[in-house]
């Protein structure tokens, strides 16, 4: 329920960051201008003493982050992707919530295993180990089958985790009503749908049911993929809230020190890390979307091992081929089609000057060209997008959200193993590749074969199909009822909810 106890949970939010020292951390890390300091500071100071306390052995962002809950700490996980906006201290401290929370007891995971399976665990399994990884929504075993011998590993969902999503998510959705109220300028950028599609993701990882699904899918789908692997399911051992894959051994791709210990070749590693995102999500329009470090391994023989598929992204045939073009005009520079192809999606409004807007991608473009990673700051790159986007009058398209999320996070990841990589030269092939068999002549004959499939599937039907459409009463479009804002409870509260939304935007 979206009402003024939300205010609360988001005053506790802001109180939390100052009273954690996470307040200034943030602030520094993003740049902060000293007004927006001073007024931070001002106005989450007299709310200190409600802040949770946390862990005082762990450092303040991830101190505060991980005292807030599990919507939180999904953010935060995000920003331990992107050394080069928050900082390298700052990310290798976040790291730790990828996959090294503190678990929960081995006898409440082997309880709720015993209760999605229908049997004891000692029946299930002849070893059952204590948490190997521990995340914000669940945690591992590692396992050995009692009848086959076989190594897995068991995924456990936390108790309560979904009551404690809930109430994260309603803050959240409350969060972004007051947003669009206070600040008619960010309604482009569709807040309340941006969060309405953010639960939509969680929800799925909820069910561990529908992440079996998905890992299946994934597999076939990438099984003659070289240097990649994806665990096998276990069907017979995954419900809602436990589930089982084959065991995977190698060394976490964070653990630079062991990668160069082993001696595979880092270059390589990151590079393949870009393209094999990029051909997933191109060509097959199903893609792993939280590809952090936690989430990836590298096996003995130099392969990249996926794990973790409760959040996967999909793109329709028609937004792949508007993505390659955009991709493929920038890498050849040409900034004109790249436009063409911004206002021939929708994605600028058609009153807009695609001149205009073609001279603005080149002042985008042409100064991270050349340049490899180390010399590129992707905190300014970011801030240069948005405020073309806001000059131009784009409005955030929630269907692109988890792409593009995961499009930083995967260049975040390549950029830890190899500073130096220039991600156009190694996007390029990849793209070129589908550009070739997905756009120009081969596709339209493609296009053209499909249709006439369709079109002889259900010609029988096309008669009655335009006698029911010429006959038929549209009924009036339901209207979306307004949201339901409770009035602000007084400046101090108030000054409170702003400080707290300042700090839930920067972890976004």
Do not use: C
């Amino acid at each position: 329920m979206r009402g003024p106890h939300n205010i609360w949970r988001l005053v506790r939010t802001g109180a939390t960051m100052e009273r954690t020292g996470a307040m200034g951390v943030v602030l520094d890390a993003l740049n902060a201008p000293p007004l927006l300091r001073a007024t931070a500071h001002f106005l989450g100071w007299p709310f200190k003493w409600l802040g949770y306390a946390g862990d005082p052995a762990m450092p303040p962002v991830t101190r505060a982050l991980t005292a807030l809950g599990p919507a939180y700490i999904k953010f935060g996980q995000i920003l331990s992707t992107r050394p080069d906006v928050v900082g390298e201290e700052l990310a290798t401290q976040l790291q730790v919530l990828q996959d090294k929370l503190p678990p929960f007891s081995i006898e409440d995971a082997k309880r709720t295993v015993e209760t999605e399976l229908g049997h004891p665990v000692d029946e299930i399994f002849s070893s059952f180990s204590a948490p190997v990884a521990a995340a914000s929504i669940a945690q591992v075993h590692h396992a050995t089958l009692a009848e086959e011998g076989r190594e897995v590993a068991v995924k456990v969902l936390r108790p309560g985790i979904e009551r404690a999503f809930r109430k994260d998510i309603d803050a959240f959705y409350f969060a972004a009503d007051m947003i669009e109220l206070l600040s008619p300028a960010s309604r482009r950028l569709r807040p309340h749908d941006v969060i309405e599609h953010f639960n939509g993701v969680v929800q799925g990882e909820l069910d561990l049911r529908m992440e079996t699904a998905a890992a299946a899918e994934f597999f076939a789908n990438t099984a003659e993929d070289p240097g990649f692997q994806v665990p096998q399911v276990e069907w017979i051992l995954s419900g809602r809230r436990a589930m089982a894959l084959g065991w995977a051994d190698g060394i976490p791709l964070n653990d630079l020190d062991a990668i160069d210990a082993a001696g595979h070749n880092r270059q390589a590693l990151a590079e393949r890390v870009l393209q094999l995102f990029l051909k997933h999500a191109l060509r097959d329009g199903y893609f792993h979307a939280d590809m952090h470090q936690g989430n990836l391994k590298v096996a003995p023989n130099g392969d990249l091992i996926a794990l973790d598929f409760g959040i996967m992204g999909s793109i329709d045939v028609y937004t792949r081929r508007v993505y390659a073009e955009i991709l493929f005009g920038f890498i050849r520079k040409d900034y004109r089609r790249v436009a063409e192809v911004h206002f021939e999606a929708g994605y600028v409004p058609a009153d807009q000057d695609v001149d205009a807007f073609a001279r603005a991608l080149r002042s985008v473009g042409e100064p991270i060209f050349g340049l490899d990673a180390s010399r590129l700051s992707m905190g300014r790159l970011l801030n240069h997008l948005f405020e073309v986007t806001d000059q131009f009058g784009m409005e955030t398209r929630t269907e692109l959200i988890l792409l593009q999320r995961t499009m930083v996070v995967v260049e975040g990841v390549a950029r830890s193993l190899d500073p130096h990589m220039n991600i156009w030269q190694v996007a390029r092939p990849v793209v070129e590749d589908y550009i070739k068999t997905n756009v120009g002549p081969r596709a339209l004959l493609n296009d053209l074969a499909k249709t006439a499939q369709i079109l002889v599937r259900i010609g029988p039907q096309l008669p009655e199909l335009a006698e029911s459409l010429l006959v038929r009463k549209e009924d009036p479009a339901p209207k979306k009822p307004p949201s339901r804002i409770w009035p602000a409870l007084g400046f101090m509260v108030l000054g409170g909810t702003l400080v707290a939304l300042g700090v839930a935007l920067a972890g976004l």
